[in-house]
């Protein structure tokens, strides 16, 4: 058995354990699971005491890097945020050489392209002439500095795209197919498996709530207009519903607190409940309480491109989704089988299929039941970890 050993560039805010996270440390977790050795690299923008501090996290060796305190521009954005990035670089070479002469290097991994990221990659790839691995995963990156953007993609060896919408934009882009590979997000089976929960447990949770109909998000809080706006038309036919909202968002525009002002100004409050970030490993039981779990994507490029990990969460356990048709998410859920899917922006859709969900518990268990066949066989982060294995040895 051959070992590849992995040194992985990523920016992860380890408060916010959404999809970038579940991407990176999974899928890296899993992928140490076949054999490798992963050294993770988080470089972070904040100051912040110790500048470096080495942990395990989720079973993998990180060493996250602050800017040097001498070096404080104000901002996680903007400029302010690329001075501090760009501060860090000197730092961040001196370790990953370290870790090269120390453990002998195959691969360098970043996640995403950006100057956090990728940039110091191809550093790696420059001055140690080690093999770079781009995973490219959302189409944020076109926001970050475009030089850094294009130089990744040019000078990537290979590209790892988690969707087809995500491939198609590279090639647009004049990025060589040979170099793309296409492997999606995937989920924690194990963690994510409703028979390792108590039934008790979970039924006094879902009590606790004070409702007969439970609907759930969980996850990154970054659209939530359309289940707000919907809700109104859930509420006059069901009025025993509640709204079970888990997570928050980093942007100051889309935090917990805008969401819940919004549902206070619709006269809603009573009907939702917000609970912010709350530990991964606790996201489960939340989940399993509901009726049916929820997302909605408006009709934008970077929610067609995105594999949602919170789909996949929610099929794992077995639940039905109503989410929107935008393109990846179409592929995902089969309209009509594992949920329904309505027009973004669509609130009567939308709530008509809620309202249909939570009249017919038969039909409910039936698609979750589909659901949970269709992601425990296609998306485990196992399964995914060997094909990224075979595309670095192939």
Not at 78 to 98: R, V
Not at 210 to 239: C, M, R, W, Y
């Amino acid at each position: 058995m051959i070992c590849i050993n992995l040194l992985v560039f990523c920016n992860i805010d380890l408060s916010q354990k959404w999809g970038d996270y579940a991407r990176i440390f999974s899928l890296m977790n899993a992928f140490s699971k076949l054999g490798n050795k992963i050294f993770i690299v988080i470089i972070r923008p904040e100051s912040k005491s110790p500048q470096i501090s080495n942990f395990k996290e989720n079973g993998l060796d990180v060493i996250e890097i602050h800017p040097p305190g001498i070096m404080k521009f104000k901002g996680k954005r903007g400029i302010g945020k690329y001075l501090n990035y760009l501060s860090s670089l000197p730092t961040t070479s001196k370790i990953a050489s370290k870790i090269i002469k120390d453990h002998g290097i195959d691969y360098v991994y970043a996640y995403m392209p950006g100057i956090g990221s990728s940039l110091p990659a191809m550093r790696v790839q420059s001055k140690h002439k080690i093999k770079f691995v781009l995973d490219f995963a959302d189409l944020h990156v076109f926001v970050r500095p475009k030089k850094v953007t294009d130089a990744s993609f040019q000078k990537a060896d290979e590209i790892i795209a988690i969707t087809s919408y995500l491939k198609d934009d590279l090639l647009k882009r004049g990025i060589s197919e040979k170099k793309i590979h296409i492997i999606p997000n995937g989920v924690d089976l194990k963690l994510f498996d409703p028979a390792k929960y108590s039934m008790n447990d979970i039924s006094n949770l879902r009590e606790s709530f004070g409702t007969k109909h439970l609907l759930v998000f969980a996850g990154s809080l970054q659209d939530l207009n359309l289940i707000i706006d919907s809700a109104k038309d859930v509420i006059e036919k069901v009025p025993d519903v509640k709204y079970l909202i888990i997570g928050d968002h980093r942007d100051p525009n889309r935090t917990r607190d805008v969401w819940e002002a919004k549902v206070k100004e619709k006269g809603l409050t009573k009907n939702f409940v917000f609970l912010g970030r709350k530990p991964r490993d606790e996201i489960p039981k939340y989940v399993i309480c509901a009726d049916v779990c929820l997302d909605s994507f408006p009709d934008e490029p970077y929610y067609a491109a995105a594999h949602p990990v919170k789909l996949l969460e929610y099929g794992a356990c077995g639940k039905p989704v109503v989410a929107t048709r935008v393109t990846e998410t179409a592929k995902l859920v089969q309209h009509g089988v594992y949920g329904f899917l309505a027009t973004p922006g669509n609130g009567a859709e939308y709530a008509n299929y809620i309202v249909t969900l939570l009249a017919d518990k038969e039909k409910r268990e039936k698609m979750g039941k589909e659901f949970s066949s269709y992601v425990r066989s296609t998306f485990d982060w196992n399964k995914i970890a060997i094909d990224l294995e075979n595309v670095l040895k192939n």
